[in-house]
């Protein structure tokens, strides 16, 4: 008996041991808004404990969702400011409450600085709809409202390539060498790397939509084998619903344009109507934007209200990609630059027989057509 009870002990203690140490931590929660799939990033990925899934208070923002935080009363306040009600969570006590006086066990977490809320508790409040799904990368929590589209079924395979995108985009953010910086943020400068010898190019390519009908063209075109930044005027936003969910499902980038000739206050009115629309089409808001007519004061009053506009490495508007010899040409306009990420501005000027020698072209070079982040605007 003493012999059985000693190797009973000893299996347990090896089965524990070969238990990996990453298990717990290593988990990848991939948090969906809608229709869409926003980056990947450690600090508010979200987590269980004590048997609530918390996530970050950051992800309901696109539902109108704000929040406050006050370290002196330890409270933090998740409110809808069109007279949608509140939750007041108590850090001290844990436990919250909310505006109409009901009271629940639920608290508040804190980590790494992050503050961090039970998704259960803040979706059932907020008339949310919260879904909890096992994917091939880990785990998929999906909050959506009335404006979703899609069904979970339908969304996740719709929605794979963005997912796969968006789990490789969060790996490479996790080696060594991009530890310093401060990526998916948009507020730190570029850390620029130059380009290996025989190694491939990221190529970041952006255009202005100006017809709906060419750009779902240029979908067709990219298929899987590249993504792309498309950035729209407001007045088109208005009756480009359809296209611009079709491009959130398929991992594609979306970025606002507006003219700046009237002054910054116009330009701040035209993009915070585009992120209205926006978010009224596919669930999310961007803080990627293109000005025309902009200058240095421009750019800077924008970074300062939030906004990443772009400045591109490569400007290739007045020539345009509509046949082989210009896709040619931008690779060696590309390659010219001698970098590792290549920001390209197309303008509007593109069609699909040109984007599809460009992508053939540039899957020769073993270069990389990726959607632009805002880290690299």
């Given at each position: 008996m003493k012999k059985r009870l000693m190797a009973l002990v000893c299996a347990l203690v090896l089965a524990l041991t070969m238990v990996p140490a990453f298990a717990a931590e290593d988990v990848i929660y991939i948090v969906a808004i809608n229709d869409t799939v926003p980056e990947i990033q450690k600090s508010t990925m979200p987590f269980w404990s004590g048997g609530y899934l918390y996530v970050s208070c950051t992800a309901f923002q696109d539902f109108g969702i704000d929040y406050n935080s006050s370290a002196a009363k330890q409270t933090l306040l998740l409110y809808r400011s069109r007279g949608g009600g509140a939750l007041i969570f108590d850090l001290k006590n844990g436990m919250c409450r909310d505006s109409q006086g009901n009271v629940y066990i639920e608290s508040a977490v804190t980590?790494?600085?992050?503050?961090?809320?039970?998704?259960?508790?803040?979706?059932?409040?907020?008339?949310?709809?919260?879904?909890?799904?096992?994917?091939q990368y880990g785990y998929l929590v999906r909050l959506r409202d009335t404006s979703s589209v899609l069904s979970d079924e339908v969304f996740l395979d719709a929605a794979s390539e963005r997912l796969a995108y968006r789990y490789n985009q969060y790996q490479q953010s996790l080696l060594p060498q991009?530890?310093?910086?401060?990526?998916?943020?948009?507020?730190?400068?570029?850390?620029?790397?130059?380009?290996?010898?025989?190694?491939?190019?990221?190529?970041?390519?952006?255009?202005?939509?100006?017809?709906?009908?060419?750009?779902?063209?240029?979908?067709?075109?990219?298929?899987?084998?590249?993504?792309?930044?498309?950035?729209?005027?407001?007045?088109?936003?208005?009756?480009?619903?359809?296209?611009?969910?079709?491009?959130?499902?398929?991992?594609?980038?979306?970025?606002?344009?507006?003219?700046?000739?009237?002054?910054?206050?116009?330009?701040?009115?035209?993009?915070?109507?585009?992120?209205?629309?926006?978010?009224?089409?596919?669930?999310?808001?961007?803080?990627?934007?293109?000005?025309?007519?902009?200058?240095?004061?421009?750019?800077?009053?924008?970074?300062?209200?939030?906004?990443?506009?772009?400045?591109?490495?490569?400007?290739?508007?007045?020539?345009?990609?509509?046949?082989?010899?210009?896709?040619?040409?931008?690779?060696?306009?590309?390659?010219?630059?001698r970098r590792a990420n290549v920001t390209v501005w197309l303008g509007s000027d593109v069609n699909q027989t040109g984007l599809r020698a460009l992508l053939s072209a540039a899957g020769a070079e073993e270069d990389q057509i990726l959607p632009m982040t805002e880290a690299l605007s």
């Open positions: 980590r790494s600085g992050q503050m961090f809320v039970p998704v259960g508790r803040v979706a059932e409040y907020f008339g949310l709809i919260y879904t909890y799904n096992k994917i991009n530890s310093g910086q401060n990526a998916n943020t948009g507020g730190g400068a570029e850390t620029e790397e130059p380009l290996e010898e025989g190694a491939g190019q990221n190529l970041y390519l952006s255009l202005l939509v100006q017809d709906t009908d060419r750009a779902s063209g240029l979908l067709d075109a990219l298929g899987s084998s590249g993504y792309m930044t498309f950035y729209f005027p407001v007045e088109l936003l208005e009756s480009a619903g359809d296209l611009t969910r079709r491009m959130s499902v398929t991992g594609q980038a979306i970025g606002l344009a507006a003219d700046a000739s009237k002054g910054i206050e116009n330009v701040l009115t035209q993009l915070h109507r585009g992120n209205e629309l926006l978010s009224r089409a596919t669930g999310s808001k961007t803080r990627l934007v293109w000005i025309e007519n902009s200058s240095e004061q421009t750019i800077q009053a924008l970074k300062e209200a939030g906004y990443c506009p772009l400045v591109p490495q490569v400007d290739f508007a007045r020539r345009g990609v509509t046949s082989s010899s210009a896709a040619a040409d931008l690779l060696s306009s590309a390659a010219a630059q």
